[in-house]
């Protein structure tokens, strides 16, 4: 690896790591307003519309995956390109912990169980690491991962501030999770490899775990939803 390259990744760790403490202490030191927090939400749902492929990525080659499918239109559906408003879904409204853990579990008995702590161990695994450095809570890099990938689904959760997004989570960052989670069949390795070039391969790992997770809970919470209104 050139020295100039190992060292803008040493960097990059470096002015991460520092962002999070900066967050955390505006966190201790004041708390953004409900309609400011709306207001993040409705910014970071449309600029993740808008998160797209170098134009060098949209010519690489992907796997035909067609034949996994019986529609074979089916797939993501960028709603800003359809001309489509995304609405918001409200967690508090209907949440995982709160509806579809229990209504999987009417359903399909322990199944619900079993997706629960699937969950849990994909958004608290940690190994107290960011790259060289020990001894990190990397709770609030977790989270903003998380939530970046259910804001895409248009899902708000009321009590976070969407501002940390944007802090965290570089453009590139946001194009390779985008691919990850709506189209991964457009996935490649110099993708994989270009993101967080210093952490550790576990640590890459882990945020694919993060990303499918995330994503499978999103696609769980409207189906869910769509189920319990149909039931009542």
């Known amino acids: ?15 991460l ?34 998160v ?22 089916y797939g993501y559906k960028d709603f800003s390109r359809h001309g489509m408003h995304v609405p918001t879904f409200r967690v508090q409204d209907y949440s ?5 853990y229990s209504l999987v579990n009417r359903l399909y008995p322990d199944v ?12 608290n695994l940690t190994y107290h690491t960011m790259a060289m450095h020990k001894d990190v809570d990397t709770s609030m890099l977790r ?3 998380w939530n970046y990938i259910h804001c895409m689904f248009g899902i708000r959760y009321d009590d976070y501030d969407y501002g940390e997004i944007n802090q965290l989570l570089d453009r590139s960052f946001k194009v390779y ?7 991964p069949e457009k996935t490649t390795k ?9 952490f550790k391969q576990s640590e890459k790992v882990h945020v694919n775990l993060l990303l499918i997770e995330a994503r499978m809970q999103a696609e769980l919470l409207y189906a869910l939803r769509a189920i319990t209104r149909y039931m009542t």
């Open 1 to 15: 690896v050139p020295v100039r390259s190992t060292a803008e990744s040493v960097c990059e760790v470096e002015v």
């Open 17 to 50: 790591m520092e962002k999070m403490k900066q967050l955390q202490e505006c966190r201790d030191e004041e708390e953004a307003s409900q309609e400011e927090m709306a207001t993040r939400f409705e910014r970071e749902k449309r600029e993740s519309m808008f």
């Open 52 to 73: 797209c492929f170098s134009e060098e990525e949209e010519l690489a080659p992907t796997r035909d995956v067609s034949r996994h499918f019986e529609d074979t239109s």
């Open 96 to 100: 995982w912990e709160d509806h579809g």
């Open 112 to 123: 619900g169980q079993l997706l629960d702590e699937k969950f849990h161990i994909a958004y």
């Open 143 to 145: 989270r903003a991962i």
């Open 177 to 183: 999770i985008k691919t990850v989670v709506c189209t």
């Open 190 to 198: 110099r993708m994989y490899d270009s993101f967080w070039r210093q």
